[in-house]
Every structure is written in structure tokens, then in C-alpha cells.
């Protein structure tokens, strides 16, 4: 199982940008498809983006693509999550998942390990 801790989370004006980080350790990482997920006060937890394995392959929700960009760096065990244009409706719980597959997934029960979270707040 892949453990994994997000950081980078905090309080932002709207416009404003942030990059949240998510290390991964445990018996794989490289061979995972990754994913960021978010979840507002009284909402669901929705897709935000996904990476296959060898990060060759993205996709992103329609609500921050060509604001959000995912990243991975497999010799550091890490990917991140680049937010620009922030948003007040961007304010969630942001979570790092590890998938059941090296290729690209969207669906919670795609995804088998999950960090803590880390809270983006953006004000208007």
C-alpha cells in the first residue's frame, strides 16, 4: 500500500495561485496511476486530475482544466497539483490518491491509498 501526505494547502485570494504537493511512500508508486480529488463542507468528493504512471497521460475536470495542471516526479515520489486562476468555488479539501492501475482513472473506487488532505481556502 502506497502512503501518501499532502502539502502546500492555504489561504488565497481569488486570482491568486497555489501548488500542492503529495509524497508518496510505501511498496509502489511508480507503477500508479495518480489522481487529486477534492471535497467542499456539505459536498461530495469530486475529480479534479488524474496522471498515468509514467506522466505522459493527464486528464482534469472540466470546472479546472486550463487552470490545474498535474504533475509527478517518480525519482522523488512526489506529484503535484499546480492551481492557478483560483477561484472562491476552488475552495475544498484537496486529496492525493494513488490508483489501482498505472493507467489514467476518475472514479473514487478507482483509487486504493489516499492522503489526509490539505485545505485550499479562496477568498473573493
Known amino acids: 500500500q502506497v502512503q501518501l501526505v499532502e502539502s502546500g494547502g492555504g489561504l488565497v485570494q481569488a486570482g491568486g495561485s497555489l501548488r500542492l504537493s503529495c509524497a508518496a511512500s510505501g511498496r509502489t508508486f511508480s507503477g500508479n496511476g495518480m489522481g487529486w480529488f477534492r471535497q467542499a463542507p456539505g459536498k461530495e468528493r469530486e475529480f479534479v486530475a488524474a496522471?498515468?504512471?509514467?506522466?505522459?497521460?493527464?486528464r482534469y475536470a472540466t470546472s479546472v482544466k486550463g487552470r490545474f495542471t498535474i504533475s509527478r516526479d517518480n525519482t522523488k515520489n512526489t506529484v503535484s497539483l499546480q492551481m492557478n486562476s483560483l477561484q472562491p468555488e476552488d475552495t475544498a479539501v484537496y486529496y492525493c490518491a494513488a490508483g489501482r492501475t498505472p493507467f489514467l482513472r476518475t472514479q473514487i473506487t478507482d483509487f486504493s491509498s489516499w492522503g489526509q488532505g490539505t485545505q485550499v481556502t479562496v477568498s473573493s
Open positions: 496522471i498515468n504512471w509514467t506522466g505522459g497521460w493527464t
